[in-house]
């Protein structure tokens, strides 16, 4: 990804001075969801202060919940997910977003076993030649993209923020992943018993669950 650097300092990089214009209306998200992202993005030291207001009037479904387990919460976002399409809901509306490619290999396995189509947008080809499938990818590779329901499992201290990558530019690579929801967005993480480092603090800084 792209330092903040080339957008906090260009004027400093270019030596002269820059003109810079805000796009302060937001036309992808709901009011509290896009609240809950900028709530988060504002603990961001390197950044240019915004206030982007939202032009859709309705509200997101929004649920941050534990899971016992890793298994357990593939499981039932798998669960969720079919239940979705069962109720109408086209697979192509829903996206599983994860840090790693590692966690959407497992992410597919759990859809696939309970019978739900997905692509994986890190494999050289998508496994599924349907149409109509489930999206999982990297909150990298999910840039740019948008669908109706988000999933963002494992959002556990020590997968996100990654301890090999600089926490400005996770958080900021966190708010690309809650942003990316349109109208639901459901957020889990792994509780691990007497591990007071779960779920992730940026969690905490978008107001989905209470500081810990």
């Known amino acids: 990804g792209c ?11 270019l030596g002269r ?5 805000e796009l302060a209306i937001n036309y992808r998200n709901p009011p509290n969801l896009l609240a809950h992202a900028v709530r988060l993005v504002r603990h961001n030291r390197g950044r240019i202060p915004k206030s982007p207001v939202a032009a859709r009037a309705d509200m997101a479904e929004v649920l941050a919940a534990p899971a016992g387990s890793a298994e357990a919460e593939i ?29 959407c290999g497992a992410v597919a396995e759990g ?5 739900v189509p997905c692509r994986v947008r890190v494999e050289a080809e ?15 590779r999910a840039k740019g993209l948008q669908w109706p329901v988000v999933f963002l499992p494992g959002c556990n201290e020590g997968l ?19 942003t990316r929801a349109s ?13 007071e480092a779960c779920p992730s603090r940026f969690l905490a800084e978008a107001g989905l669950v209470a500081p810990h």
């Open 75 to 103: 499981a039932g976002l798998a669960h969720r997910a079919r239940k979705a399409i069962a109720g109408g809901r086209h697979a192509r509306e829903i996206a599983v977003l994860c840090r790693t490619n590692a966690h």
């Open 183 to 195: 109208q639901e967005l459901v957020a889990s993480w792994v509780a691990v018993p007497r591990d």
């Open 17 to 21: 001075e820059v003109d810079s214009h």
């Open 111 to 115: 859809l696939r076993s309970v019978g």
């Open 3 to 13: 330092s903040s650097e080339f957008i906090v300092g260009l004027a400093r990089l």
């Open 126 to 140: 998508d496994r599924e030649d349907a149409a109509d499938a489930v999206t999982v990818a990297t909150y990298f």
């Open 160 to 178: 996100i923020p990654h301890p090999r990558a600089a926490v400005d530019g996770e958080r900021r690579l966190f708010y690309v992943a809650l």
